[in-house]
């Protein structure tokens, strides 16, 4: 095993074939799946992050269990759930490890840019490769530019399709991935997704993911060196925001989604422990901490936080899924705001939640050999994915002047 901090360069492909995967019907099954999958890998989610072992059996699991094709649209043999179930999924993975609901958020991503500017032929092929079980990873960040959106990989043309040259970093997904989409910039600057065999000649993933936090997702270095991309393994994904779309808001409510179930994670660690673990306060009077009315307050604060994060979130899913019915410029809006409302919210309940944990449970709760800190480790490491003061500061526009947000990936 990799030393916690210690980079190591992947230039093979993930161990072995995809499995084939099991193809979920319907949003009930989806939901059925998910909850089977989020008690199993609760089981050693702490001794994963402790000892950072990469959950490589777990994703296989994801993969085979169908849950990686639910958004693939019906006409092409998936499910095609509402984004409320999409989102329900990941709150209840990220309840029971959120790292491990991290790795496939960038997958339903570039699952959505093939439906939305993919062609028929595209969409035929990649959405048959994600129903049996391969999975999408990324290679979208770079580090040293001017900011997020200044992407400087460069696809060039050759003869028969392009060139891949750059460096990307926070790669979540893209050491346990079969694909790896790749932001990049065309010969006319504007912006193309490139879709590339993980073990691709040139393609290189190093697991030099240090973080505090979401210590198993693998978010690497990806480095792109000459890489041959064919002309039918690009999107033109540029095309996605001269319009209203969804993207943006789609993605960032996967991240709220995570955020919420990082917070009902914590909330449930703090009861299984305040009621089987910690000693009453002896000014109480009574024989348990459970029954201690200080700490029953300050369990229905924490309690009223949770809650209002998974309606925000429940709220935020139902708009995007009344955006995708009636697509235009006032309902992706509403949606964007939905979303950031609930990003805003969820990300602060997270730290919140995972912060009072200790709080409620007292000092044994502080032990190191419990692990219990790797929920606040992770929702300030996952919150930290982008800025919620500017997801206020388009909330307010919005309300106030009526602006809408802008059309950009991050909202």
Known sequence: MTAPGTPHEHSAPHDGPAPQAHVIADDAEALAVAAELARDFRTEAARRDAERLLPRAE???????GLLGITVPRTHGGAEVRARTLAEVFRLLAAADASLAQIPQNHFVYVNVLRRQGTPEQQKFFFAEVLVGRRFGN?????????VQDIRTALTSREGGYLLNGEKHYSTGALFAHWIPVLARGENDALYVAYVERNAPGVSVVDDWNGMGQRTTA???VRLDHVAVAADRVVPHHLTFLGPQLHGATAQLLHAAIDAG???GALEEAVAFVRTKS????????????EDPLLIQRFGELGLQVRASNALLAAAADAVDAAGADLNDDTAAEASIAVSAAKVHAAQTAVD???ALFEVAGTRSASDRLNLHRYWRDART????DPSRWKVQHIGRYVLNGTRPPRHGLI
């Open 139 to 147: 290679a979208q960040s770079e580090a040293g530019t001017k900011h």
């Open 279 to 290: 000693r009453p306060w002896f000014e109480s009077g009574y024989d348990t901490a459970a």
């Open 59 to 65: 994703l296989d699991r994801l993969s085979v269990s």
């Open 262 to 264: 990082l917070a009902s």
């Open 219 to 221: 978010s690497g270095t």
């Open 382 to 385: 996952h919150t930290l994915h």
């Open 353 to 355: 939640i995972a912060g």
